[in-house]
């Protein structure tokens, strides 16, 4: 299917970023992934619609929208590079082995009219400076709320963890949960990030909750 820049842009404010690769790190750890918190800020503040895009093809980008939990961003693969190469964006990575992508960067288009990009300095390594979610959103409105991040770390089977999800959804708090048992997290590892024993902990902008009984009475106050 071949999109126009007339199907992306025309009678909608878009907010698009480019980066140089699904899966790659940088791009997994912060940019798409803060990008997806934000949407709805943004999209509080006028934006029609967000767009990743990026020199891959269509089944890497869904896949990795759904790996991400990515629901509110639209993925356009860039395949041949031809709309990074028109935008002066396509940069030769092949040292890397990745060859021809996209150089990082972010744009706010108000109805096919470029308002502001901003564009990765030429540096060593992968810049990333200017092109995240939070510069986009301080641009559009520097005074907008950001939602609080939060990260409960809890273990399978634990009626106290499904307890404060169900809390935290109620307050429609989006929250990231690190499961005990999985990719490499033990009980080590809760001891050492909250100093406690036992499941959920709660962390609520870096600061550490507690439990179900802590999180209630947070949530009364909140």
Not at 54 to 78: C, G, L, T, Y
Not at 94 to 99: E, K, N, T, W
Not at 184 to 193: D, E, N, R, T
Request: aromatic content about 8%.
């Amino acid at each position: 299917m071949i999109i126009s820049t007339d199907d992306l842009f025309t009678g909608k404010n878009v907010v698009l970023f480019a980066l140089p690769g699904a899966f790659t790190p940088t791009c997994s750890s912060t940019h798409l992934p803060r990008y997806n918190e934000l949407a709805p800020v943004l999209k509080a503040n006028g934006v029609d619609e967000i767009i990743c895009l990026s020199v891959n093809d269509a089944f890497v980008m869904n896949a990795w929208a759904d790996d991400q939990k990515a629901e509110h961003i639209r993925m356009i693969p860039d395949g041949n590079g031809d709309f990074s190469a028109g935008m002066g964006m396509l940069v030769d990575k092949a040292q890397l082995g990745l060859g021809k992508r996209s150089w990082r960067y972010s744009m706010l288009v108000r109805d096919g009219v470029i308002e502001k990009m901003f564009i990765e300095a030429e540096l060593p390594g992968d810049p990333f400076l200017v092109s995240d979610a939070d510069t986009m959103l301080h641009h559009i409105n520097p005074q907008a709320p950001l939602p609080a991040r939060v990260t409960m770390l809890s273990k399978p089977g634990c009626g106290h963890c499904t307890r404060a999800k169900q809390l935290l959804l109620s307050k429609g708090m989006k929250f990231e949960e690190v499961v005990l048992g999985r990719d490499g997290v033990s009980f080590s590892s809760l001891q050492a990030i909250s100093g406690q024993g036992t499941t959920p902990q709660v962390f609520i902008d870096g600061k550490l909750i507690g439990g179900a009984d802590e999180l209630e009475q947070w949530c009364a106050n909140f």
